[in-house]
């Protein structure tokens, strides 16, 4: 089993930044990758940007978001620079495995025009 626990999230201003983490827990081991997604209300949840040796951003958050990770910590980082409306969305993090994918509850990003 793994657990993924997203955290950071809040009110940010358009323009401003903002840093989600996403702690593993567990089964850590069996992780290929940690991706990151995001669900705005009536919107079907999308790939804000992928995980593993090679990362993909949604054209939407190319060259403002970034991803790292901190591996003693089992955490993985989303920066968000240059907020926009339009990123206000419940951020989730998942995780694959071999077996299948996990993903954690969410973080809610709400940025203010």
């Known amino acids: 089993q793994v657990h993924l626990v997203e955290s950071g999230g809040g009110l940010v201003q358009a323009g401003g930044s903002l840093r989600i983490s996403c702690v593993a827990s567990?089964?850590?081991?069996?992780?290929?990758?940690i991706g990151w997604y995001r669900q705005a209300p009536g919107k079907q949840r999308e790939l804000v940007v992928s995980?593993?040796?090679?990362?993909d951003y949604a054209d939407s958050v190319k060259g403002r978001f970034s991803i790292s990770r901190d591996n003693a910590k089992n955490t993985v980082y989303l920066q968000m620079n240059s907020l926009k409306s339009e990123d206000t969305a419940v951020y989730f993090c998942k995780a694959s495995t071999w077996y299948r994918d996990y993903w954690g509850r969410g973080t809610q990003v709400t940025v203010s025009s």
């Open positions: 995980g593993g040796s090679s990362t």
């Open positions: 567990g089964s850590t081991f069996s992780i290929k990758a």
